[in-house]
């Protein structure tokens, strides 16, 4: 019988087929571009083999192509019945995935894997930053994704993929030391893995240590340029790090050749959040002129996401819909509401007051910003999404206290990132706090 490269059963007698399924599944979880193509041509080699059409059907998913998702996944699922019970859970839980049924998702990839730990697309599912545990809205997501990984660590040993996502996933959980060891043992043994250079790049960032990131990322890049589907969110690593040294231009000149929306074939929750998130540190960061640059991202967020429900993308379209002063907040604003009473808004109200906060940040009324944001640091965390992404709006929190006066508040939230890791920047608003401080006396 024809296996999976984790030694399970594949109901196909094709193996052929089971060798593109095998490389397909490789790709997905190196973010790697291929997959798709080896997926095809496993369906080529076996029409019957429901697999390959499942995965197919959550690539279409992550590039935003419901209609084709949806379409491949209901036809896995008829293909999958003839199947073992492994491969028709698989399919289920991968389908209520592309679905819309995340908790449905959830508590069956959790149960699934209690019995076939080594079945890692579903156990990816659970993991990322986009992943079912970030996007659940629970508070202790870390935790969570750390402890399904300590569960599961010795039946994958030294496997490149499980090494990647365990790193990830201490990093994540606080451990950052552990998370960068883990990683750079990924690494060592599968350099084509974005998701391993991503996990790095995080673990460097936790650290404080941005110089070795930014040197390995310059590094890593240029041979993967244009394999990676992570590529231009590894540039926008790249963009954070020349932040840290005060090279706003530096910042931009990344954002125009490697990030803005134009021309990128990446999913576009990652265009999406990594622009607008980038902008808007460029704007705390002083950086004038960037009307043209938030029009562009404006267009494409009306495009990718007219509507409120994925809510990572809801607080990101808050921050373009701020900057360019674009009434149309109300109307997001007002759909999240609705999702929030009908108890589909997984984070619940957090995510309307950071939208709140955000405006009134943007509107320059920077006491309702402070008391809005400030109550909702803790809740941040329930948007998903990484700690690097999530503490942009703990930056305008800083922001918003030194251009409001309220510089002690600023120094007190510096101060306790600053014990949690080295950063210049932070120590560039400290002084700055301090200035403010010493001008009332």
Same mark, same amino acid.
């Given at each position: 019988?024809n296996?999976d490269r984790y ?13 593109f ?6 790709c997905m &979880?190196?973010a ?7 997926f095809?041509? #496993?369906?080529?080699?076996d029409?019957?083999f ?17 209609s !084709? ?8 699922? /008829?293909?999958?019945a003839? #199947? ?5 859970q ?5 389908a ?10 959830l508590?069956? #990839?959790?149960?699934? %894997?209690?019995?076939f $730990? ?6 990816? %599912?659970?993991? =990322?930053?986009?992943?079912?545990y ?6 202790d ?10 569960r599961?660590?010795r039946q994958?040993?030294?496997d490149w993929?499980?090494?990647t996502?365990?790193?990830?996933s201490?990093?994540e959980?606080g451990n950052?030391?552990?998370?960068r060891t ?5 690494m060592?043994l ?5 998701n ?11 650290q404080?240590?941005?110089a ?6 310059s ?9 990676s589907?992570l ?9 954070l ?5 005060g090279?706003?231009?530096g ?5 125009? /050749? /490697? ?8 999913? $576009? ?7 607008a998130?980038? &902008?808007?540190r ?7 002129g960037?009307? $043209? ?10 495009l ?10 809801d607080?990101?379209?808050? %921050? ?9 907040l109300e ?5 999240l ?9 997984a984070?619940g109200?957090?995510?309307?007051g950071?939208?709140r ?8 009324d920077n006491?309702?910003?402070i008391r809005?944001?400030?109550? %909702?640091?803790? !809740?941040v965390?329930?948007?998903g999404?990484?700690?690097? /992404?999530?503490?942009?709006?703990e930056?305008t ?11 002690d508040?600023a120094?007190?939230?510096?101060a ?7 950063s ?6 400290s002084?700055q706090?301090?200035? =403010?401080? !010493?001008?009332r006396f």
């Amino acid at each position: 019988m024809n296996r999976d490269r984790y030694d399970l059963p594949l109901t196909t007698a094709s193996e052929s087929a089971a060798a593109f399924y095998r490389e397909g599944v490789d790709c997905m &979880l190196s973010a790697w571009y291929g997959a798709d193509d080896a997926f095809d041509n #496993a369906i080529k080699e076996d029409p019957g083999f429901a697999l390959p059409y499942i995965a197919r059907a959550r690539i279409h998913q992550m590039n935003m192509e419901g209609s !084709e998702a949806r379409a491949l996944a209901m036809l896995a699922r /008829q293909l999958a019945a003839p #199947a073992s019970r492994r491969e028709r859970q698989h399919v289920e839980i991968m389908a209520a995935t592309i679905e819309g049924k995340p908790k449905v998702a959830l508590a069956g #990839a959790e149960q699934h %894997l209690d019995e076939f $730990p080594r079945d890692a697309l579903v156990l990816s %599912l659970l993991l =990322g930053a986009f992943g079912l545990y970030a996007f659940s809205g629970r508070a202790d997501h870390d935790a969570a994704r750390l402890a399904i990984c300590e569960r599961n660590a010795r039946q994958y040993g030294e496997d490149w993929w499980f090494l990647t996502y365990w790193g990830w996933s201490q990093t994540e959980a606080g451990n950052a030391g552990t998370g960068r060891t883990l990683t750079e043992r990924a690494m060592a043994l599968r350099a084509a893995n974005a998701n391993a250079a991503h996990s790095l790049a995080h673990a460097l960032f936790e650290q404080g240590d941005m110089a070795a990131g930014r040197a390995f990322l310059s590094g890593w890049l240029p041979a993967h340029q244009g394999s990676s589907f992570l590529h231009g969110h590894l540039c926008w690593h790249v963009a954070l790090s020349a932040l840290e040294d005060g090279d706003v231009d530096g910042a931009l000149e990344v954002y125009e /050749q /490697q990030i803005k929306p134009a021309g990128r074939r990446y999913p $576009p929750l990652n265009i999406f959040t990594d622009t607008a998130s980038l &902008l808007w540190r460029l704007a705390l960061a002083g950086k004038a002129g960037l009307e $043209p640059y938030w029009r562009e991202v404006a267009a494409y967020g009306d495009l990718c996401f007219p509507r409120a429900g994925a809510h990572f993308a809801d607080v990101h379209y808050a %921050l373009v819909a701020a900057a360019t002063g674009d009434k149309i907040l109300e109307t997001r604003l007002a759909e999240l509401e609705a999702l929030e009473t009908d108890g589909r808004l997984a984070p619940g109200p957090s995510v309307i007051g950071l939208c709140r906060g955000i405006r009134a940040f943007a509107e320059g009324d920077n006491d309702s910003a402070i008391r809005i944001l400030e109550p %909702l640091m803790p !809740e941040v965390v329930r948007i998903g999404g990484s700690h690097a /992404q999530r503490e942009l709006w703990e930056d305008t929190l800083i922001v918003a206290c030194l251009r409001g006066g309220y510089v002690d508040k600023a120094a007190r939230i510096i101060a306790a990132r600053l014990d949690r890791r080295p950063s210049a920047r932070d120590e560039a608003w400290s002084r700055q706090a301090r200035r =403010g401080s !010493e001008k009332r006396f």
